[in-house]
């Protein structure tokens, strides 16, 4: 049952800077300088001009780092009411344009069918382009991206408390004046350590990756730290959502790999005041050549804690993995699958089945979704692409998770 294209709201708030409830660029405090709420009557809807959105959330590898998410909204602009430079526009106050970068912006779709509301995407604008491509036509680009961005071009100076990573996440997010975040107690034990000058997002991942957690900005715009049993506790990462492929949920085109960009024998970790930690596996090096990671300047409180991170690292990566790397979706082919669209989240676990052509057992393997992109041309039409990462090597097992042994690793 084939349905629309969701009703969109792309919403710019032209009157305000880049604060809102959650975040302050520079140094004032929390939460009493933030100047005027965030609330929805700030933001104007400017979907009847837009001709194109994109927008993208995630990483494209489980090892590396999240990035910012990042958009862009093409804008008819025949009229002018998207050009800073037109002072008797719409968008003027006080003979002021209102064209600015640093605009938040926020994507919001109702569903076609049910009328559930998602947002999409919560950022700041960060350029205009304006194009005139034959003279007659005109177009104003606006470009954004999410919190991660602001994240990284912020300083913090700040001695994060010992304990739990959880504990050390919160005080640099205080410290870059964040509060719209949502931070994992922690797992692994963190020694106190300083920062000075650095930036947010930088000390950040710094401390995610010594507890083997993560880092984004959820489709709402809220900062996430999740804790390396995230996966593991997290119903909406520990069961699988959907099965795409099967039933109303089809698939327009699929890739997988089999690469060894991934592949890590050798892995060593190193921390602030302690010695280094390699963790090797004999049969992997003989058998795909070496393949070393480092982990340097973790915060983690002892060795044993760091070779346990490298053994752990080194368990899940000695040996390729086949798996489905992407999936392109059109959302507006079923109800069904439009709601599974507008509802996943960086780190949902889904299930991905076809059968190849030429015959065979059909391929089914259950994923972590690594990366969001959504497109909307001119033509109203809706794509969707997946990416992910394996489940296999994501995370380790858990008693009364399945076997030991069988596809899986002991987590820790």
């Not at 990042?70 to 064209?99: F, K």
């Not at 995230?230 to 997988?256: D, K, Q």
């Not at 959302?331 to 669209?341: F, G, I, K």
Request: charged fraction near 20%.
């Amino acid at each position: 049952m084939a349905v629309a294209l969701p009703t969109l709201s792309v919403g710019i708030r032209f009157v305000g800077g880049a604060d809102n409830d959650g975040w302050s660029l520079g140094s004032s405090p929390l939460p009493t300088s933030l100047g005027e709420p965030d609330d929805p009557s700030v933001y104007e809807d400017v979907y009847a001009d837009v001709r194109g959105l994109t927008m993208t959330r995630g990483r494209s590898r489980e090892l590396e780092q999240y990035q910012a998410g990042t958009g862009s909204v093409v804008l008819d602009n025949r009229l002018r009411e998207y050009d800073p430079l037109n002072l008797s526009g719409g968008h003027v106050a006080g003979g002021i344009t209102q064209i600015q970068p640093g605009r938040r912006i926020r994507v919001k779709a109702t569903h076609p069918t049910t009328s559930v509301v998602y947002d999409l995407f919560y950022g700041v604008i960060r350029e205009w382009g304006l194009a005139y491509p034959d003279g007659f036509d005109a177009t104003s680009t606006a470009r954004f991206s999410d919190a991660l961005t602001d994240l990284g071009r912020t300083a913090v100076s700040v001695t994060t408390r010992a304990g739990l990573s959880g504990l050390a996440a919160a005080d640099i997010l205080d410290d870059a004046d964040v509060s719209r975040i949502d931070v994992d107690g922690g797992v692994a034990t963190l020694q106190a350590t300083t920062f000075s000058g650095t930036k947010a997002l930088a000390a950040l991942q710094r401390t995610a990756e010594s507890d083997q957690g993560a880092v984004y900005v959820d489709h709402s715009g809220r900062i996430q730290f999740d804790d390396r049993h995230a996966l593991l506790r997290e119903t909406r990462s520990n069961t699988s959502r959907y099965t795409f492929g099967a039933g109303n949920l089809p698939i327009v085109a699929v890739s997988m790999d089999y690469a060894s960009d991934l592949i890590k024998n050798s892995v060593t970790g190193t921390r602030a005041g302690g010695a280094a930690q390699t963790a090797t596996d004999t049969d992997s090096i003989l058998t795909y050549g070496s393949h070393s990671y480092e982990l340097g300047s973790m915060m983690i409180a002892t060795d044993a804690d760091v070779l346990a991170t490298a053994e752990y690292i080194l368990a899940g990566y000695k040996d390729p993995d086949v798996r489905v790397r992407a999936v392109t979706l059109a959302p507006q082919t079923h109800a069904d699958l439009m709601t599974a669209v507008l509802s996943l989240e960086l780190r949902d676990r889904v299930t991905v089945t076809f059968s190849p052509p030429g015959g065979g057992s059909a391929i089914s393997q259950e994923l972590f979704v690594e990366g969001i992109q959504h497109s909307i041309s001119a033509a109203s039409q809706m794509a969707t692409t997946l990416t992910f990462s394996s489940t296999e090597t994501s995370f380790g097992w858990t008693l009364g998770t399945g076997t030991l042994g069988s596809g899986t690793i002991l987590g820790f």
